[in-house]
């Protein structure tokens, strides 16, 4: 008899109830039908009165199969408590039948309509199953040795025939509905819109899809299935992709531009947590599984992640343990064949759960961002490219001309679209959306600002986009200003990664440095911002920095103290080293850093406690302050404390940059006047070829380690 795994291939917002997979055990035979009573009457009373919009003839039939169990389940309550063995068998398969029964009741409930629609032929097959589970049941279930009453007992033998007969069956209205939705993908694959009669009466009228919020509830419960798709699962990624494009375009084809609820709160928030997810689990006295844990925090996992031995990791703990330099797997000391982290699904999804029934807070990350990490994206479909094409014209038109709060919900929507894909943001770009955004920057409205801006930033991802947002006469200058002045936290830090994203295009550089106020605002934001404000600024710092001619406007704007303050801050520290290591090159930015009381002595600390990028930039500071500060730099860094030993540590255990680069101060110190008494002779034994500063690299960033990830918002 199959078990519940036949729901395996079916995509559910959430993971079935671990009872389905497991037979009650070490209950009296009164208690299990007294357990097996509660759930189909249970079901009954849900259903038995509830019209589904879709598998409605499938679910009728279940439901009354379900309430001849009922009858029986009640005989047996009242009458005799000792039953046969293979009764209770039986009955304990009963409980598994009826738990993926209610699985499926559930599914259908609770899904998307299209989604429903699009999985007509798979979910009547498990009602199919069913059936033929129920057959099964009955054939060889020991009714005789039971003593029914003869109305009982017709009832069953009824059911038997009546299982024995069924067949599959598939609703014809429904598969009707299901062509034509494939009907409509199709027209936009040929590069046609389809009849905007025909999709009022099909979503509005045949589908009860007729405003915002519920065409939103469809458009994210299509996206939840892309993120979780897998290979054997029908429709496709890239075919499911084309519904969500066609499923947005008619929202606001025939909706227009109301209000749907989602993404209009100003920053977006999501609830505070408390502190650690163990401590708020300890404060109710529950005990965490085990298994649930990870190993390096011992914290409730929130993204567990498998790494190439086949142990899992909560993503943050394991992604920090490979920044530090580590090539082996902290449980099992092997070393690892790679690095890639694969997201364990199945053990989120059981964590969910748990977390759900316990009411412990569960906050995990993005899906959209660990999907994208782990696996390849779809290539989207000729049908999802039009689609999102005649939606973006659409978003642009309102954009455009229609009234402050039709305009800000556009702007809310082409910062969706923009989020994903370069074809969408070509297509949003070329629509002419950038002149209308840079018209909302300046808006007294904070949501419309801060939508805006992050709109902006997604679309100069976009590396044609970049020309275009540049070009825009004022836009450059509305950006800083929201970067200066912004109504909110989160528009000045989206604009913050807007500089730092069109700042990856070296001619634009030095237009962006000298744009008022740039470079000042972001060195206030590195100096007092959230720690996402400050990771924002100090990249776009950096990418500033490499530029030649901006190392006098970063002095003047107070950036070199920022990045120098920057240090004591292990979230930025390793990107302000690299912005250092590049503006101490020049004469004046070495003075300028050399002034910095707490310049040495942070990245001495960097080169102790630093991740190896960290420990590399800071040494390869040090070695620039040296060249370009002249005698008095160069006396300041001999003459700070531990570094004999740092520099020793870095030559056997730095990355191969930082062995380089510690070596050939070593040989700075041992030119001087009292290197021998301060280093004992250190890199005398050192003679690496090719190191001097004769040979000092021509390239100006290439001495540099940070990791460059434009931080695109997923607000």
Same mark, same amino acid.
């Given at each position: 008899?199959?078990?519940?795994?036949?729901?395996?291939?079916?995509?559910?917002?959430?993971?079935?109830?671990?009872?389905? !997979?497991?037979?009650?055990?070490?209950?009296?035979?009164?208690?299990?039908?007294?357990?097996? *009573?509660?759930?189909?009457?249970?079901?009954?009373?849900?259903?038995?009165?509830?019209? =589904? !919009?879709?598998?409605?003839?499938?679910?009728?039939?279940?439901?009354?199969?379900?309430?001849?169990?009922?009858?029986?389940?009640?005989?047996?309550?009242?009458?005799?408590?000792?039953?046969?063995?293979?009764?209770?068998?039986?009955?304990?398969?009963?409980?598994?039948?009826?738990y993926r029964s209610k699985i499926l009741l559930d599914y259908c409930a609770e899904s998307s309509k299209l989604w429903l629609l699009l999985q007509n032929h798979s979910i009547s097959g498990h009602f199919h199953d069913l059936n033929q589970e129920i057959c099964t049941l009955l054939d060889v279930f020991p009714l005789k040795n039971l003593e029914l009453s003869e109305d009982v007992w017709e009832q069953l033998e009824l059911l038997q025939k009546q299982s024995r007969r069924a067949r599959f069956y598939v609703d014809k209205h429904d598969e009707e509905l299901r062509a034509q939705l494939f009907a409509f993908l199709n027209e936009f694959e040929n590069g046609r819109i389809p009849n905007p009669a025909e999709l009022r009466v099909f979503?509005?009228?045949?589908?009860?899809?007729?405003?915002?919020?519920?065409?939103?509830?469809?458009?994210?419960? =299509?996206?939840?299935?892309?993120?979780?798709?897998?290979?054997?699962?029908?429709?496709?990624?890239?075919?499911?992709?084309?519904?969500?494009?066609?499923?947005?375009?008619?929202?606001?084809?025939?909706?227009?531009?109301?209000?749907?609820?989602?993404?209009?709160?100003?920053?977006?928030?999501?609830?505070?947590?408390?502190?650690?997810?163990? @401590?708020?689990?300890?404060?109710?006295?529950?005990?965490?599984?085990?298994?649930?844990?990870?190993?390096?925090?011992?914290?409730?996992?929130?993204?567990?992640?498998?790494?190439?031995?086949?142990?899992?990791?909560?993503?943050?703990?394991?992604?920090?343990?490979?920044?530090?330099?580590?090539?082996?797997?902290?449980?099992?000391?092997?070393?690892?064949?790679?690095?890639?982290?694969?997201?364990?699904?199945?053990?989120?999804?059981?964590?969910?759960?748990?977390?759900? *029934?316990?009411?412990?807070?569960?906050?995990?990350?993005?899906?959209?961002?660990?999907?994208?990490?782990?696996?390849?994206?779809?290539?989207?479909?000729?049908?999802?490219?039009?689609?999102? &094409?005649?939606?973006?014209?659409?978003?642009?038109?309102?954009?455009?001309?229609?009234?402050?709060?039709?305009?800000?919900? *556009?702007?809310? #929507?082409?910062?969706?679209?923009?989020?994903?894909?370069? #074809?969408?943001?070509?297509?949003?770009?070329?629509?002419?959306?950038?002149?209308?955004?840079?018209?909302?920057?300046?808006?007294?409205?904070?949501?419309?600002?801060?939508?805006?801006?992050?709109?902006?930033?997604?679309?100069?991802?976009? +590396?044609?986009?970049?020309?275009?947002?540049?070009?825009?006469?004022?836009?450059? @200058?509305?950006?800083?200003?929201?970067?200066?002045?912004?109504?909110?936290?989160?528009?000045?830090?989206?604009?913050?990664?807007?500089?730092?994203?069109?700042?990856?295009?070296?001619?634009?550089?030095?237009?962006?440095?000298?744009?008022?106020?740039?470079?000042?605002?972001?060195?206030?934001?590195?100096?007092?911002?959230?720690?996402?404000?400050?990771? +924002?600024?100090?990249?776009?710092?950096?990418?500033?920095?490499?530029?030649?001619?901006?190392?006098?406007?970063?002095?003047?704007?107070?950036? $070199?103290?920022?990045?120098?303050?920057?240090?004591?801050?292990?979230?930025?520290?390793?990107?302000?080293?690299?912005?250092?290591?590049?503006?101490?090159?020049?004469?004046?930015?070495?003075?300028?850093?050399? &002034?910095?009381?707490?310049?040495?002595?942070?990245?001495?600390?960097?080169?102790?406690?630093?991740?190896?990028?960290?420990?590399?930039?800071?040494?390869?500071?040090?070695?620039? =302050?040296?060249?370009?500060?002249?005698?008095?730099?160069?006396?300041? $860094?001999?003459?700070?404390?531990?570094?004999?030993?740092?520099?020793?540590?870095?030559?056997?255990?730095?990355?191969?940059?930082?062995?380089? &680069?510690?070596?050939?101060?070593?040989?700075?110190?041992?030119?001087?006047?009292?290197?021998?008494?301060?280093?004992?002779?250190?890199?005398?034994?050192?003679?690496?070829?090719?190191?001097?500063?004769?040979?000092?690299?021509?390239?100006?960033?290439?001495?540099?380690?940070?990791?460059?990830?434009?931080?695109?918002?997923?607000?």
């Amino acid at each position: 008899m199959a078990t519940a795994a036949i729901f395996s291939s079916l995509r559910r917002r959430r993971s079935p109830c671990l009872e389905a !997979f497991l037979a009650p055990v070490d209950l009296s035979d009164a208690a299990l039908i007294q357990t097996l *009573a509660s759930i189909s009457g249970e079901l009954v009373s849900c259903y038995a009165s509830r019209s =589904l !919009f879709f598998q409605r003839m499938n679910s009728r039939s279940l439901v009354r199969k379900i309430e001849v169990f009922v009858v029986l389940l009640e005989f047996l309550r009242d009458g005799r408590s000792d039953l046969p063995s293979t009764a209770v068998l039986c009955l304990k398969e009963l409980y598994l039948l009826l738990y993926r029964s209610k699985i499926l009741l559930d599914y259908c409930a609770e899904s998307s309509k299209l989604w429903l629609l699009l999985q007509n032929h798979s979910i009547s097959g498990h009602f199919h199953d069913l059936n033929q589970e129920i057959c099964t049941l009955l054939d060889v279930f020991p009714l005789k040795n039971l003593e029914l009453s003869e109305d009982v007992w017709e009832q069953l033998e009824l059911l038997q025939k009546q299982s024995r007969r069924a067949r599959f069956y598939v609703d014809k209205h429904d598969e009707e509905l299901r062509a034509q939705l494939f009907a409509f993908l199709n027209e936009f694959e040929n590069g046609r819109i389809p009849n905007p009669a025909e999709l009022r009466v099909f979503f509005v009228d045949n589908l009860g899809i007729s405003n915002a919020k519920s065409f939103r509830a469809e458009i994210d419960f =299509l996206e939840e299935q892309i993120m979780n798709h897998e290979g054997d699962i029908e429709p496709q990624a890239s075919i499911l992709q084309g519904f969500v494009a066609l499923t947005r375009f008619c929202r606001f084809l025939l909706c227009g531009f109301e209000e749907d609820d989602v993404g209009m709160r100003c920053g977006n928030k999501k609830k505070q947590r408390r502190g650690l997810i163990t @401590q708020e689990i300890a404060d109710t006295f529950i005990t965490v599984p085990k298994d649930f844990c990870c190993p390096i925090s011992l914290d409730l996992m929130q993204d567990p992640v498998i790494v190439s031995t086949g142990q899992t990791y909560d993503r943050r703990s394991i992604a920090r343990w490979m920044e530090e330099g580590h090539c082996n797997c902290p449980k099992t000391g092997q070393m690892l064949a790679h690095n890639r982290l694969v997201p364990n699904r199945a053990l989120r999804n059981l964590i969910m759960q748990w977390c759900t *029934a316990h009411g412990v807070p569960y906050d995990p990350p993005e899906m959209i961002e660990t999907s994208a990490e782990a696996f390849p994206a779809a290539l989207p479909s000729k049908a999802a490219l039009e689609a999102n &094409k005649a939606t973006a014209k659409l978003l642009v038109q309102q954009l455009a001309s229609g009234p402050q709060a039709a305009r800000t919900i *556009a702007a809310k #929507e082409i910062r969706l679209l923009a989020k994903t894909g370069k #074809e969408n943001r070509a297509f949003i770009a070329e629509a002419g959306a950038i002149p209308h955004l840079r018209e909302l920057l300046s808006s007294s409205s904070p949501i419309a600002q801060e939508i805006s801006v992050t709109a902006m930033l997604n679309l100069s991802i976009y +590396d044609k986009n970049k020309s275009r947002i540049i070009d825009e006469k004022g836009c450059l @200058q509305s950006i800083v200003d929201v970067l200066r002045i912004g109504r909110t936290t989160e528009a000045r830090e989206n604009a913050a990664a807007t500089l730092f994203s069109l700042s990856a295009v070296h001619d634009y550089k030095k237009r962006i440095a000298d744009e008022g106020g740039a470079v000042e605002a972001l060195a206030g934001l590195l100096r007092e911002g959230t720690p996402r404000g400050k990771k +924002d600024a100090v990249t776009a710092l950096f990418n500033l920095s490499t530029h030649t001619e901006n190392c006098l406007k970063m002095i003047e704007a107070g950036a $070199v103290s920022a990045l120098v303050g920057a240090l004591e801050n292990e979230v930025v520290a390793e990107e302000a080293a690299g912005s250092l290591a590049l503006i101490v090159r020049q004469p004046k930015g070495a003075e300028a850093v050399g &002034k910095e009381e707490t310049a040495v002595s942070g990245l001495i600390g960097m080169m102790r406690c630093g991740t190896p990028r960290g420990k590399e930039n800071a040494v390869a500071a040090l070695l620039e =302050l040296c060249r370009s500060g002249g005698s008095a730099a160069t006396e300041r $860094v001999v003459k700070a404390p531990s570094l004999a030993g740092l520099l020793q540590s870095l030559l056997f255990t730095g990355t191969k940059r930082a062995r380089r &680069k510690a070596a050939s101060l070593a040989r700075v110190f041992q030119r001087c006047e009292n290197a021998s008494l301060h280093f004992g002779g250190l890199g005398v034994g050192y003679a690496f070829a090719g190191n001097s500063a004769a040979n000092r690299d021509s390239g100006f960033g290439n001495d540099v380690s940070v990791p460059m990830s434009i931080p695109v918002s997923v607000l």
